[in-house]
């Protein structure tokens, strides 16, 4: 076989691989979106069987064998070519596939699904007893877990990589470091002044006119019903079935607008898949690079432009037509409510100076827990004793303490800082977007939004998994991970909102 | 292995295989009700991994060798027996399966999505030459597909084999000379009569009052939305993920009411998937036992049921709020109208009486196309010399011609006389049903309709592939597929339109 011949041959063989990720994707997002109820068991079958089937695909040892042999080819073309990236990708995919063995991985399943129906339970009983063994026995897995890569350093490193890859856990101590020691003290500041009076996003808003204010909003940033869809479900989430294919999804409650802000978010991971090189279609460079920088662009659709007063300048108008209870409520005092500041209990109520803080007593918690510092037992008092201290608010029970996010019930560690990162990355982005387009604020307020579209997909969409996020971020923003950009337009925001009092 | 253990094993590969196929299919659900357009070239290489995959699954070796190895605790069970079925039926369709090579299966493929884009084009600039070579090509691979069974007597045998187990080409031409020769005369004195006035049937019937008045008709029938969806489509159809997830698909037009008609077809179908046995979920005996047999219950629903007048005595009030077109038409006028008989052009929109013929010249002339004695050069003008024969209409082009149906845009030949077979099954069930029930239509005056809908579930629907078709018949009606009954059905409903005129 000939090196070209090859080399369609591993096309070939990763665009199975692809097909079969995105026909899972299709059962779970038509499972949360369209699927009658009375359907739920035989798809919980269908999509372990195609996970068990795309896993065999993912690895073939023939695979492996062609990956080696195309050793050569690679070395002969420019690493930054789609040959020589689509290559030492895949390779990197199948390593670390292979280190885990099947009856682990269908270990970590079963018991990641029996953890899923226990924390239902015990967050519905109240009681912390009835999710104990299955949080033991999901760790002693990960553990397993950690120990296929024989990791040399920090054991957390193993799990951070598969969402943040090559990002090291002193990297991210440091960052945390930098901006726990920042917000504690704003926060404190917060809570001592008046809070922001956003009675106005409390009232009666029709689903239908919710709609009709997002698929404006949403248009007017690119969506176009020939590639996008949008479709309700209970926790939202965006899923792409192709570059050509974006699916949104929302959940629209009367009493409030957050299922708008629920779609800026959404759109924002949209846009990310939208605007991958279509060359990349059917291999694995047609990812996000990272967990992190794909939440750096829905916190930036959703916070940074989505909060924006000059954004508001333009779709506001739209809003008061369609919800009358904005008829009387004047612009800023609607903006200083999208921007209200104050210390909650729940993760995804959190504003956006809070949201860090929720994110790294979790990544703490998880930290110690992974290496045996914290036993499982007393995991509910060392979660409620580092709200009380970050964020001075004690858990009235467990679905709004230790239990409310899913992430921990199979004990998939690792995810949760990328949350905090995603923050981190969006404002070093949106800083150089910046500097390189001029004002934003003058395109939003005409309801202009291509030319930052526009940049994200030249500097971050279109190059997919090509790069390193390392070298990716060095590449648009000069610099690696920088908390700084971040913590100063939180001090700005503060500022704004309360004047020179928490500054 | 154990027996028990081997039967175990069997379960679980017939399980992966059909989590696979309903993979696929809600692939291609998804692609004709929610895909975005921009989607569809890469849901064509999901579709064709995910059946690549699939069939992979069907003819691994290792599942011939556990079906061999299971002979001896088949046969110590019952043959009506679960695991005697569950075996029987899985030998059989590994056997089929690994007869065709893989190379053919891919070529047929092949040729069968270029035949398709092909028929698209040759129907819009209405030119035969363009699909010409696509239909020798596709009729050649049939021919090679058919090769591979050997066939010892009529090669026809084989490909209806495939919709209709067991039944052989003698038997449907018998069945056809039949009707035809009762048809043919009637459709003549037809012809020569007043014709029906449907006038009322044309006007202008909003969409959502049409859905409204589908779902009033199929929620009274069983429907709900716990199992079923109704979705909407270009051409309609159903399919179910499971028995608890039965999905049903129509087109509303604004100027007639064809779509509902379309959604008591589709109940028909999906009723049939509803109603078999639970226990069958993951196995191939989950399935309708032929292509006959399943039409045989969307004719049922949709005309014996559905055209009914006592059906529409109790419907008819909802229907005239809904769509006030028809507020000043009398009952009978509509039902009259809804079983209007007149010769047409196409296929689907053929009437009760008319639709066997439209059927018989097709199943005719596509024996002579397998069997060499048509050049499909010569196709165009035998069609059109069948359609003056039979019906008296010369097709003004091929649209409505010989290129009106998609089935022979790859020469799957062998479908089109189970839908002749359909409406002389779903008579000889009906027949049956009443002698078990007696007078049907005094409970369908009253809206109940679950008498008929449980005697489904228990003579047909609850077997799923248990029996061959031939013999689930037997069972139920105590005789084999015969025309009789239908043809004395149709004598009745033309009595009753235009008086002894035409008996």
């Known amino acids: 076989m000939s090196a070209d011949d090859r080399f369609d041959e591993l096309l070939r063989r990763l665009g199975v691989i692809d097909d079969l990720v995105r026909a899972g994707t299709l059962l779970g997002w038509d499972e949360e979106t369209k699927m009658p109820v009375a359907g739920a068991e035989a798809r919980a079958e269908q999509r372990a069987t195609v996970e068990a089937v795309t896993h065999e695909h993912r690895v073939d040892p023939v695979l492996g064998e062609l990956l080696e ?22 390779r990197r995919d199948y390593e670390k596939a292979v280190r885990v063995p099947p009856e682990l991985r269908a270990a970590l399943e079963r018991a990641g699904s029996l953890g899923y129906r226990a924390w239902l339970r015990a967050r519905a009983e109240n009681d912390f007893a009835v999710m104990l063994p299955h949080f033991r026995r999901n760790l002693e897995l990960r553990r397993e877990y950690v120990a296929c890569f024989s990791p040399q350093g920090d054991h957390y490193d193993v799990v951070l990589d598969d969402y943040e890859p090559g990002t090291t856990t002193a990297e991210v101590e440091t960052i945390f470091a930098r901006i726990k020691a920042c917000l504690v003290p704003m926060i404190r500041a917060v809570t001592e002044h008046e809070p922001i009076d956003d009675s106005c996003l409390r009232g009666s808003f029709p689903r239908p006119a919710q709609h009709r204010v997002s698929m404006a909003i949403l248009e007017a940033w690119g969506m176009d019903d020939t590639t996008w869809r949008l479709d309700y479900t209970v926790h939202p989430f965006e899923v792409s079935m192709a570059p050509g294919d974006i699916r949104l999804t929302t959940r629209f409650d009367e009493d409030n607008i957050h299922g708008i802000f629920s779609c800026l978010h959404e759109f924002g991971h949209g846009l990310y898949e939208r605007q991958i090189d279509p060359r990349f ?6 990812d996000g690079v990272s967990s992190a920088f794909h939440e750096s662009q829905s916190r930036m659709w959703e916070n940074l432009v989505g909060r924006r007063t000059s954004t508001w300048r333009f779709f506001y108008p739209a809003l008061q037509r369609e919800l009358p209870a904005f008829a009387d409520v004047p612009l800023d005092t609607f903006v200083r409510a999208l921007n209200k500041v104050a210390p909650t209990l729940r993760r995804v109520d959190a504003d956006e100076v809070t949201y860090c803080l929720h994110v790294i007593l979790r990544f703490e918690l998880e930290r110690d827990l992974l290496d045996g510092r914290l036993d499982v037992r007393d995991l509910p008092e060392a979660f409620d004793a580092k709200m009380r201290e970050y964020l001075g608010l004690q858990p009235p029970d467990l679905a709004n303490g230790v239990l409310q996010d899913v992430h921990w019930s199979d004990m998939s560690i690792g995810y949760f800082p990328t949350y905090a990162l995603g923050n981190v990355v969006s404002v070093q982005l949106w800083e150089r977007a910046e500097a390189d387009l001029g004002d934003l604020d003058e395109s939003f307020e005409r309801g202009e939004f291509s030319d930052l579209a526009e940049w994200l997909r030249e500097h971050v969409h279109r190059h997919g998994r090509t790069y390193e996020p390392r070298d990716l971020l060095r590449r648009t923003v000069g610099t690696g991970m920088d908390p700084e950009a971040y913590l100063a337009y939180l001090q700005r925001e503060l500022q704004e909102l309360f004047g020179s009092a928490v500054a």
Chains 1, 2 share one sequence.
């Open 69 to 90: 042999a195309l050793r050569p080819f690679e070395e002969s073309h420019d690493p930054e070519s789609f040959e020589a990236s689509v290559i030492r990708v895949a």
């Open 281 to 286: 279609a059917r291999t694995p460079l047609a």
